[in-house]
């Protein structure tokens, strides 16, 4: 049987995840937020990338569609990744992504938790499981199984991106990769030789910046969400 190949990563801030099916190139991207669902006159389609799905029994909404119309909407606020609400973004991709039976997975992680521990964690959680989930919107439904799961440093894979897959050999690389709460900085040798002393976490994020701005606005009396 054929098997798919996702690369997922599920942040605190967005979920992204991209695959290839033959020639076709997919992939998506979504707030990290979960939240209860119910069936109405939903006005879909002021939602972009969002999802109403259907998943071991219960509804939940996902993306901007939880954020604003969900009663208790749920973020992806925690570093984990085998809490309910990561599974259920996972779960979220497999219906969006998934279009064979069997799909090996790539999560990524940052780099403080790019350890054995937080591999077992996820490979214990996900790996040889099959899971059901039902589209509300379009009422269709898909038997995933998660067949392999392995993890990767999600700097690492945002330079091989920005290099366009094509390994720097002559001289050394590095790149910063500014997520919503954490920034994450790789850097490699020449010949591509990761470099652990040079590369970690901080953090600091999208979110911080934000904060910044929403305190010197509210010295001048100005009150705002941003």
């Known amino acids: 049987m054929d098997i798919q190949y996702i690369g997922i990563d599920i ?3 967005y979920t992204k995840a991209y695959t290839e099916i ?20 939903i006005e879909y389609g002021y939602y972009d990338n969002s999802s109403h799905i259907e998943y071991e029994g219960r509804q939940y909404f996902i993306g901007l569609l939880a954020e604003q119309e969900s009663y208790s ?10 809490s309910k609400t ?21 999560l990524g992680v940052p780099y403080k938790n790019f350890t054995q521990q937080t591999l077992k964690e996820i490979k214990n959680k996900y790996e040889d499981k099959v899971y059901e989930v039902k589209n509300k919107i379009n009422g269709s439904f898909k038997r995933v199984k998660i067949n392999k799961i392995g993890i990767f440093r999600e700097a690492d894979s945002a ?3 920005a290099l366009d897959g094509k390994c720097n050999s002559d001289r050394p ?3 910063i990769n500014i997520g919503f709460r954490t920034l994450e900085f790789t850097y490699f040798d020449k010949n591509f030789r990761y470099n652990d002393s040079l590369s970690g976490t901080l953090e600091y ?5 934000l904060k910044i701005i929403s305190d010197r606005l509210m010295t001048q009396g100005i009150v705002k969400t941003i």
């Open 11 to 13: 942040g605190r801030g």
């Open 22 to 41: 033959g020639k076709e190139k997919l992939s998506l991207m979504y707030k990290s937020v979960i939240g209860d669902a119910r069936e109405n006159k």
């Open 159 to 161: 330079l091989i991106y």
């Open 173 to 175: 690389v590095g790149l």
């Open 73 to 82: 909407p749920i973020r992806n606020s925690a570093d984990s990744k085998v």
């Open 205 to 209: 994020g999208n979110s911080t910046i």
């Open 86 to 106: 990561v599974e259920i973004l996972l779960v979220s991709v497999l219906e969006r992504l998934a279009h064979k039976e069997k799909v090996n997975i790539m």
